[in-house]
């Protein structure tokens, strides 16, 4: 087997909009933009769920969430289903990990010879809480969601992506003394929430200069019932001190943006520094999005494109500059980063869906190849689902009306084209697709008996509530040395 090395970065909660390689017009990302301009960056890349822990849970196993039934952010990865780490070990590949990864325990054989500085979920079992669906109930006590301090300054995220980075640089350096032939995993939080962020950082977008998001509802925007639902239950909006405080969220998040492509920077240069850039492939990549305020609404948990996509670029050995419009998500990490190691994905496979980027990226392009996003956690009474196929873009809420969008006259989703008659047959053409990869109520039904049966094993609804962070995953002291 050839020795081959690949370094994959995950941050957290990153719109891939929010880039200066993405068009944007004013982040400054200037490491993963010269990172996209050495490889491919994947216009069109999706998460499998807009919410942490089944995002990576599928991300690790290459399964959609619904194959899986690790539904929310109280049923995290233990291992149990096989992942690429797995596969890498059975073939003698050194695999360790650095930061954030969200799946339960350290102790868990999760396919890492290593796991460094690791971040999982809390005690083991995650917001058992947001669990509670059909009704919900929200958490009334303990800090708001975003965070009890906005703006400039040091959380103990930054603390940890510090931390996360300098082993990182550390290890990739040590690597060159090595045998070749690694995966190696780095896991930052930023820009995930809280809201703060080092100063000189923050200082770069002046919050006088910052745009209003879209479709406010202080506008008149009306929000989609099953939206309002998950709204109403997080409330973030409304959280605010004042307006200042406000704006001080949009330039922390900006910030965060800057924060994380500095270290994915010291990332990406001691891999240039240990003579290790012509033998390694990099994959720069988030868990989900965050709405960022458009809409009313903060963090991520919807199916808009500003929560639903991910960023998604690879450079490596035999990777021209371009950027690939196929339509892609975390699940094709899977046989990736197999691939790009040297392992052949082939056998592993089964029912996996898919797809090698470096394949996807070297074949014509298939601007029709579907892609799904699903959301059965926190804030949701029932199921939500995204199709993407081509230039369409499908929700299909369990008990509610859906949302038909055209992305390519309408990228901003501004205009929901699924009340108008002369769509009705695009409309029926994508649910066709829908339920040719799952029946959604019956999926549904299958989250939330699961559900149940969770609740049940904690001791019942009033235990349950009380299990789990209100907020962002604590950072532990030993995470942060």
């Given at each position: 087997?050839?020795?081959?090395n690949?370094?994959?970065?995950?941050?957290?909660?990153?719109?891939?909009?929010?880039?200066?390689?993405?068009?944007?017009?004013?982040?400054?990302?200037?490491?993963?933009?010269?990172?996209?301009?050495?490889?491919?960056?994947?216009?069109?890349?999706?998460?499998?769920?807009?919410?942490?822990?089944?995002?990576r849970?599928?991300?690790?196993?290459?399964?959609?969430?619904?194959?899986?039934?690790?539904?929310?952010?109280?049923m995290?990865?233990?291992?149990?289903?096989?992942?690429?780490?797995?596969?890498?070990?059975?073939?003698g590949?050194?695999?360790?990990?650095?930061?954030?990864?969200h799946?339960?325990?350290?102790?868990?054989?999760?396919?890492?010879?290593?796991?460094?500085?690791?971040?999982?979920?809390?005690?083991?079992?995650?917001?058992?809480?947001?669990?509670?669906?059909?009704?919900?109930?929200?958490?009334?006590?303990?800090?708001?969601?975003?965070?009890?301090?906005?703006?400039?300054?040091?959380?103990?995220?930054?603390?940890?992506?510090?931390?996360?980075t300098?082993?990182?640089?550390?290890?990739?350096?040590?690597?060159?003394?090595?045998?070749?032939?690694?995966?190696?995993?780095?896991?930052?939080?930023?820009?995930?929430?809280p809201f703060?962020?080092?100063?000189s950082?923050?200082?770069?977008y002046?919050?006088?200069?910052?745009?209003?998001?879209?479709?406010?509802?202080?506008?008149?925007?009306?929000?989609?019932?099953?939206?309002?639902?998950?709204?109403?239950?997080?409330?973030?909006?409304?959280?605010?001190?004042?307006?200042?405080?406000?704006?001080?969220?949009?330039?922390?998040?900006?910030?965060?943006?800057?924060?994380?492509?500095?270290?994915?920077?010291?990332i990406?240069?001691?891999?240039?520094?240990?003579?290790?850039?012509?033998?390694?492939?990099?994959?720069?990549?988030?868990?989900?999005?965050?709405?960022?305020?458009?809409?009313?609404?903060?963090g991520?948990?919807?199916?808009?494109?500003?929560?639903?996509?991910?960023?998604?670029?690879m450079?490596?050995?035999?990777l021209a500059?371009?950027?690939?419009d196929?339509?892609?998500?975390?699940?094709?990490?899977?046989?990736?980063?197999?691939?790009?190691?040297?392992?052949d994905?082939?056998?592993?496979?089964?029912?996996?869906?898919?797809?090698?980027?470096i394949?996807?990226?070297r074949?014509a392009p298939?601007?029709?190849r579907l892609?799904?996003?699903?959301y059965?956690a926190?804030?949701?009474?029932?199921?939500?689902?995204?199709?993407?196929k081509?230039?369409?873009?499908?929700?299909?809420?369990?008990?509610?009306?859906?949302?038909?969008?055209?992305?390519?006259?309408?990228?901003?989703?501004?205009?929901?084209?699924?009340g108008?008659?002369?769509?009705?047959?695009?409309?029926?053409?994508?649910?066709?697709?829908?339920r040719?990869?799952?029946?959604?109520?019956?999926?549904d039904?299958?989250?939330?008996?699961?559900?149940?049966?969770?609740?049940?094993?904690?001791?019942?609804?009033?235990?349950?509530?009380?299990?789990g962070?209100?907020?962002?995953?604590?950072v532990?002291?030993?995470?942060?040395?």
């Amino acid at each position: 087997m050839a020795k081959k090395n690949v370094v994959v970065i995950m941050s957290d909660e990153h719109d891939p909009r929010i880039m200066g390689c993405s068009g944007h017009p004013f982040i400054q990302t200037p490491n993963m933009d010269a990172l996209a301009r050495r490889g491919i960056r994947f216009s069109n890349a999706y998460t499998p769920s807009p919410i942490c822990v089944p995002a990576r849970a599928a991300f690790a196993t290459g399964l959609r969430v619904h194959q899986l039934r690790l539904w929310d952010n109280a049923m995290p990865y233990t291992g149990k289903q096989r992942g690429w780490g797995h596969v890498l070990q059975d073939h003698g590949v050194r695999v360790e990990s650095i930061g954030k990864l969200h799946y339960r325990s350290e102790e868990d054989p999760a396919g890492f010879d290593v796991e460094h500085l690791p971040m999982h979920v809390v005690n083991g079992h995650g917001m058992v809480w947001a669990s509670i669906r059909d009704p919900y109930r929200p958490r009334p006590d303990g800090p708001r969601m975003i965070g009890e301090r906005i703006g400039p300054g040091e959380s103990s995220y930054t603390q940890y992506d510090r931390a996360v980075t300098q082993r990182a640089v550390e290890w990739i350096r040590d690597a060159a003394d090595r045998e070749p032939g690694f995966v190696l995993y780095v896991g930052l939080v930023a820009p995930h929430f809280p809201f703060v962020v080092p100063e000189s950082f923050y200082r770069l977008y002046p919050t006088d200069r910052l745009p209003e998001p879209k479709l406010h509802p202080d506008t008149g925007y009306q929000l989609h019932p099953w939206v309002k639902e998950y709204c109403d239950f997080m409330g973030s909006e409304k959280q605010f001190a004042d307006n200042d405080e406000r704006l001080r969220a949009f330039a922390a998040y900006y910030g965060l943006c800057s924060w994380l492509d500095h270290n994915v920077g010291l990332i990406v240069e001691a891999i240039r520094n240990a003579g290790l850039e012509d033998s390694t492939h990099v994959i720069y990549t988030s868990d989900h999005g965050d709405n960022l305020g458009a809409r009313g609404i903060w963090g991520k948990s919807t199916l808009y494109e500003e929560s639903v996509k991910v960023p998604m670029i690879m450079s490596g050995p035999g990777l021209a500059s371009s950027v690939c419009d196929t339509p892609v998500d975390l699940l094709d990490l899977y046989p990736t980063i197999l691939q790009a190691a040297g392992v052949d994905p082939a056998p592993e496979m089964n029912d996996r869906p898919g797809r090698s980027l470096i394949d996807v990226a070297r074949a014509a392009p298939e601007p029709e190849r579907l892609v799904l996003s699903e959301y059965h956690a926190a804030g949701s009474n029932s199921a939500g689902f995204m199709l993407r196929k081509g230039r369409w873009k499908y929700h299909y809420y369990v008990g509610f009306r859906p949302e038909l969008f055209d992305l390519e006259n309408d990228p901003e989703e501004l205009h929901d084209l699924a009340g108008n008659p002369d769509y009705a047959s695009i409309l029926a053409s994508m649910q066709d697709s829908l339920r040719g990869i799952c029946d959604p109520e019956q999926v549904d039904r299958q989250a939330k008996a699961d559900q149940d049966a969770l609740i049940e094993h904690y001791g019942g609804p009033d235990i349950a509530h009380s299990l789990g962070s209100s907020t962002s995953t604590p950072v532990t002291a030993d995470t942060r040395s």
